[in-house]
């Protein structure tokens, strides 16, 4: 018999050895009181939320009501004789709801009985109470805090928080009026209510569409999860202010959206703000073919040189980029196959073709006239809307051929070229300027910040055609200014200090300025070419009082090219090739080289004479005095005009058109 017990016990001994381990805390749990395990589920259940609150209440309600209900069952001491046990259960939980269901017991050992259900009912029902009102509470407060989740689909997202955001915020606007329940969701690290009251603020009418704000980090993959990438329509990552690196910022918010594990299979349409060229290459690798890089002061460097050899350059950029006017689409159309580039420039009567997007995904803009159109290229184009793109044969009687005007060689000369003031972009801008002008060219910068001189000295140039010279003046003091003779040059560029001042005292800087070269030009009676970069849109109606020739508003031109990128995937590359040296630029030169100003021309005419010369015609410069109140300060600057309209032009107007040169 002892063996048999010793057996057994060796038997249990080795079940127990090969029984399935269970966790940690199965084995802690094990080994303590039911109270115990109570007490440890009601601590993990306090960290669950208000549901896991109501549920150990209604557990509490529970065993108050069955244990009253056995006590009444079992002893028999209620009213008439006691109840059965469902009666009972039906008595205690109506006491549990209503403590004035006890009014009119009987019997002490019964009154008691009640009491307790009812002390227990008031407990739970208190605390419930509490439970619910510190959950809507929270929900509530994580609403405010912009921290739930959007629910909305084929809506644009814009990542990160800049000065920009409220031009890109109006021109998304503008682009979808055409649209249903159009959404903009925004995420930043910036509170939820601080950035609508900023909206609301710096925007003025949001039309149909609706500004949806979120607090969080860009970079965090769940923080991207609240504003549901994988439903959305387009996605703008602007360059965040505030901090040392942004350009990291956003290659690693392009890193989080298009690695994220639980993101799409369809390819997103992201467009993202770069401020160094020399992080392109990184953030191509990180965004594939996903991703359309802006690089801000490329782009403005870039347009600033142009428009400082060409007057009234930047207005043409800006209505190729805004929503309000003309736009630039990308359409396949077969009735162009086969058809030569020449043919497909006068194929349209309201819109302009400028450029193809080959199969292979190169883009050429003014391709040869005689370049024959194959199957699977897009035909790149300037129209008021995509629905008015369409072919018009041309009216033959509108081409005035003995209006057009055999080609002048024009000898080009050095240039002489003036920088007042100084930022960042300045050494690209002389980058860029030193490709374009002729061999024996100067370019003067005067500024005063610190290091400046040195940081000139020691910049790269595109070419050896130009010579620069640093001077260290007070460009705020007018005969300093003076002292720099400005006459002399043939173009002047006014930069603002964004790197060392706040952006209203850098543009304050550069009004000063430029009121002081206006000065000096009505003193000596001689016109002097000036291009002035501002920062704030808001301070070009004040600057307009200096009378400068052009004005480049830096944030403007970004804004607009992240909210074009967002709409039409191939912009980016578009406009690599537009303000590129090489291939193609946009220019404004005299009408009267062109055609016969002695009598009026019709679009067809002038789109013929720049065919002729292997260039593309997409506009002109007309300025009149009736357009003086021209809302959009566009000055007299038209793109894309109706080509069956009849103008008579002056010597002073400008044909604007694409050419390599």
């Known amino acids: 018999m002892g063996s048999l017990t010793r057996a057994n016990a060796a038997r249990a001994g080795r079940g127990a050895g090969t029984a399935k381990p269970g966790t940690t805390k199965d084995r802690q749990l094990g080994a303590v009181s039911l109270g115990e395990r109570l007490k440890y589920g009601f601590d993990k259940s306090m960290s669950g939320g208000a549901m896991a609150l109501v549920g150990w209440l209604g557990l509490v309600t529970l065993i108050t009501i069955l244990f009253a209900a056995s006590v009444l069952a079992l002893t028999g001491i209620g009213p008439d004789g006691g109840f059965n046990f469902i009666e009972a259960v039906w008595q205690s939980l109506m006491r549990t709801m209503d403590a004035g269901t006890m009014g009119g017991d009987t019997g002490w050992s019964f009154r008691l009985l009640t009491l307790f259900v009812t002390a227990m009912g008031i407990l739970v029902f208190s605390a419930l109470i509490s439970v619910i009102s510190a959950g809507l ?94 439903a959305c329509r387009s996605i703008i990552v602007v360059s965040p202010e505030g901090t040392d690196d942004p350009d990291s910022q956003v290659i690693k918010t392009v890193l989080a959206l298009t690695n994220d594990p639980k993101r799409r299979e369809e390819r997103y349409l992201i467009a993202a703000e770069l401020r160094d060229s020399h992080n392109a290459e990184v953030a191509r690798i990180v965004g594939g073919d996903e991703v359309q890089l802006v690089l801000a002061d490329d782009l403005i460097s870039r347009i600033v040189v142009q428009s400082s050899r060409q007057v009234g350059l930047s207005a043409v950029y800006s209505e190729l980029l805004d929503f309000d006017g003309c736009e630039i689409y990308t359409t396949e159309l077969e009735d162009l196959v086969g058809k030569t580039y020449g043919e497909a420039v006068m194929g349209y009567r309201d819109s302009a073709m400028i450029g193809l997007r080959y199969p292979d995904g190169r883009t050429r803009m003014n391709p040869p006239m005689d370049e024959v159109i194959a199957e699977g290229c897009r035909a790149i184009i300037i129209a008021e809307d995509d629905d008015s793109i369409r072919l018009t044969p041309p009216d033959e009687r509108l081409i005035d051929a003995s209006a057009i005007r055999m080609p002048k060689a024009v000898r080009r000369k050095a240039e002489r070229t003036l920088i007042i003031g100084w930022n960042r972009r300045g050494a690209l801008i002389a980058y860029e300027l030193s490709k374009y002008v002729r061999p024996g060219s100067l370019l003067t910068i005067a500024a005063d910040t ?50 060392t001042m706040e952006a209203q005292s850098a543009d304050t800087r550069t009004l000063i300025t430029l009121l002081h070269l206006r000065k000096l030009s009505e003193r000596l009676g001689v016109h002097i070419s000036v291009v002035s970069e501002m920062i704030d849109i808001r301070n070009r109606e004040l600057a307009e009082v200096t009378r400068a020739d052009d004005f480049v508003v830096s944030n403007k031109l970004v804004s607009l090219m992240l909210a074009q990128a967002s709409e039409n995937e191939y912009l980016s590359d578009i406009f690599a090739d537009l303000l590129d040296e090489d291939g193609s630029e946009i220019y404004m030169r005299p009408i009267g080289d062109y055609v016969d100003l002695s009598g009026p021309v019709s679009g067809y005419t002038l789109t013929e004479a720049a065919r002729r010369r292997g260039e593309t015609a997409i506009g002109y410069r007309r300025k009149r005095d009736e357009d003086e109140a021209d809302g959009r300060n566009m000055g007299g600057v038209v793109v894309n005009p109706d080509k069956a309209e009849v103008l008579e032009f002056l010597p002073e107007d400008r044909l604007i058109v694409l050419s390599e040169g």
């Open 450 to 499: 610190p290091g400046f001189a040195e940081e000139v000295a020691s910049m790269p140039l595109g070419s050896k055609n130009m010579k620069v010279e640093a001077k260290v003046i007070d460009t705020g003091h007018a005969a300093s200014i003076e002292a720099l003779d400005p006459v002399s040059y043939d173009s002047i560029m006014v930069l603002g200090y964004s790197d």
């Open 137 to 230: 509470d929270a929900k509530i407060d994580e609403a405010r805090k912009g921290r739930s989740r959007v629910l909305e689909t084929d809506h644009t997202i814009i990542l990160n928080w800049s000065a920009s955001i409220f031009d890109i915020i109006s021109e998304l606007v503008i682009a979808n009026e055409s649209r249903k329940n159009p959404r903009i969701v925004i995420m930043a690290n910036k509170d939820k209510v601080e950035m609508e009251d900023e909206i609301a603020d710096k925007v003025e009418d949001l039309k149909n569409t609706q500004i949806i704000c979120r607090s969080g980090d860009p970079t965090d993959l769940f923080d991207l999860s609240i504003v549901n990438p994988q």
